[in-house]
């Protein structure tokens, strides 16, 4: 008999099974050549494991489930949590979520995430899907929220339209932390210049994340982790806060491990 599907965010770790969708593994095209961000190119080739995914990112209501309190900048039980740290939730919601539930939940990494942005295998079946820039298509005001519709806040989960896979808010409201390191970036190239800050081109040709690279001399990397080694922890999707193209599939961010942002958040995954 196929599991019950909850069309909501879960409240609760009872609910949280219901809410998990199965992405079948397969081989697809990762990063984009374009490199707008941290170290995106070059493209290369992955191949994934089956793996499952949340339909939604996880509530405020689902947080506090688990740990007993709100931490969120922007209060709704249906809004996604934010204000939480890559070692917040690596270090104490998830052990928490374990004992409650008896399963092992984790971050996606940054392979998965990106794969189930461009629709999985089911993108691969419809012709196009995944040659989208964002998750599902191509007009971003349908499927998220961001700087031009989200009122500079988030939003509550649900509203916008989801991807082939059934997966929702893979664009904008809130970026989501990943389970993959980054390299970092060269410090003297990071030094800020006086009166302002570093534009992007100035990001990017600091950055020393080589790791894709790495997986394009492989021909295909197999479950690829990331870096064993890096201070910095990427993150996807985009956010309320940023314009369309932040929320391109393949657009990479990083923050430090206990940096914590009302525009950042996260979703769970789990091996079954």
Do not use: H, T, Y
């Given at each position: 008999m196929p599991k019950p599907t909850l069309l909501r965010p879960p409240s609760t770790p009872a609910e949280l099974e219901a809410s998990m969708i199965f992405v079948e593994g397969g081989e697809f095209w990762m990063g984009s050549d374009e490199d707008h961000s941290f170290g995106e190119s070059p493209r290369h080739?992955?191949?994934?494991?089956?793996?499952?995914?949340?339909r939604f990112p996880v509530s405020q209501a689902l947080w506090e489930s688990v740990m007993g309190h709100n931490p969120a900048h922007f209060e709704h039980p249906n809004r996604p949590v934010e204000m939480v740290s890559w070692e917040d939730i690596m270090e104490r919601f998830l052990p928490k979520l374990h004992v409650l539930t008896g399963k092992s939940y984790r971050v996606p990494t940054e392979a998965e995430w990106e794969y189930a942005a461009q629709g999985g295998r089911i993108s691969q079946s419809q012709m196009g899907w995944a040659d989208f820039p964002h998750s599902g298509g191509e007009r971003m005001h349908e499927l998220g929220w961001y700087l031009k519709n989200a009122?500079?806040?988030?939003?509550?989960?649900?509203?916008?339209?989801?991807?082939?896979?059934?997966?929702?808010?893979?664009?904008?409201?809130?970026?989501e932390w990943s389970s993959n390191r980054h390299m970092?970036?060269?410090?003297?190239?990071?030094?800020?210049?006086?009166?302002?800050?570093?534009?992007?081109?100035e990001l990017q040709a600091a950055n020393l994340d080589t790791y894709y690279q790495q997986c394009f001399e492989q021909g295909v990397a197999v479950d690829p982790l990331g870096p064993s080694s890096g201070s910095y922890w990427v993150n996807r999707g985009g956010g309320w806060s940023n314009k369309a193209s932040n929320s391109r599939v393949a657009f990479r961010?990083?923050?430090?491990?206990?940096?914590?942002?009302?525009?950042?958040g996260f979703r769970l995954s789990r091996t079954p």
């Open positions: 080739k992955v191949r994934l494991s089956d793996f499952e995914m949340s009122r500079q806040e988030s939003a509550i989960l649900g509203a916008k339209c989801q991807n082939p896979l059934g997966l929702k808010e893979m664009n904008g409201n809130v970026w970092g970036f060269d410090p003297e190239k990071l030094k800020m210049p006086e009166g302002r800050s570093l534009i992007l081109d961010d990083v923050d430090l491990p206990d940096d914590r942002f009302s525009v950042l």
